[in-house]
């Protein structure tokens, strides 16, 4: 368990933790000097059962502090700590009488006191967990929903679970409560990828994340990072959906308002190599690559004064569809048939890989006004001797649009293996020449060299 305490005097620290230390010493105290350290520590390193605060604060007012920080910790127990002239003039009464659990300790500080309403907090703590509780629950009872979706909520209308065994899982979210990010955050530090919902509200759980990204896309004046961190979210959502669903007209309404906004982003940094300044690459997973492989498709296609809306809305689809259908997320990873890591997969799943492109293009074929970004999708692993998959294609048999977006995909995905690498640009255009600088590769080549170097 964790709590927070926030206060400017350090010597203070010391006395609240050795009082910590003494009886409460599986609890680990965090002391942050002000809001700005306690909203980083909420965001990251949660979740925190209680939060202290001191009424002393000189930096910024404890009241208004208290308020910025509700929405990230959500209905936890506030202590609050001061002098009484402190406490009477800085702690709103409001915030106080907000909740039953809310504590005042004036100063000097007793530590029986002080020892009492921590004990309530850590009873009220542990109260809540019980809610948290193991159920015996079939696996047919659940699907699987990609983690990084959650952070689109902080509260949802139905329970959601974490697999313990194959039997067992573990109710991590109650409906109708608040949850906090950096509970979420917490799960993907463990390396967990999936929570559990029940089938008869995963549909909804889709419906409404479709619902607040189309919100999000609605707010006036985004900055570019918000604007592209939402395609990212936007990418998952369609991806799962897809694959889980189908097509709809909600899901196509999506797909429509992600390739679009990616206008405004294009016009501001012209080309993609300023993008990719801007671009969330810390894991550059199968959702970031999708979105990146959009903006340099459609840099490319600037380049070669081909950006029409319908070969923005064909590259759009084929970006956010031609990876949907993989069996298994980490297949993303497999660059080609031949790539030795395919080994580590089942045979179903290398099944899955060897069959993606032509299932993802057969979902593509379902939307509406987007021609031919179901064949470009399908021949998105041809290569120009005809080595690829799934049909051993030469570069005469391929479109210039299939050649972009081939190009792009490849980049991408070479990037976001090497990207660390000190002129890995550079380096993974001279390798991509070496093989593409041939029949209809050669314009999309030299548009993808002004696009990123």
Known sequence: MKA???CDEK???????????RFFPRIELICVLNGSDAIDYLSYEGPFFMILMEASLRSEHPSE???KLLPLTGEKPYIFLGAKVHINDRIDEQLYIRSEMNEIILRPIDTNTLIQKVQKCVDWAKDEEFEKSIEELSKEELLPMKLRGFYLFNKLPYDVFIELTSTKYVKIISANKKYLHSEINAYAKKRIKHLYLR???YLQFLEDSIEALMIQYDSIKQSSNKVIANQIKSALVIQQYIRSVGVTENITKLV????LSSRNIMLEHKRFKSILKVFPSEKLDIAEQAILTMYLAESMLTVLSWASETSRKKLGLASLVYDSMLEDDELYKIHSLEDPNIEMFTEEQQQSYREHPTKAAEIAANF???PEADFI???????PKGEGFPNGLTTNKLSAHSCIFILANNFVIRYADKQSTKGATLEIFRDMKAIYNQGNF???LIALQKSII
């Open 442 to 444: 050669k314009d999309p």
């Open 256 to 259: 429509d308002r992600t390739i």
């Open 4 to 6: 927070l305490y926030i």
């Open 65 to 67: 502090l208290t308020k």
């Open 377 to 383: 999708i399908a021949q998105h692993h041809e290569k």
């Open 199 to 201: 089938k008869n509200e």
């Open 11 to 21: 010597e203070e620290w010391e006395h609240i933790r050795s009082i910590f230390n």
């Open 368 to 370: 509406t006004g987007y």
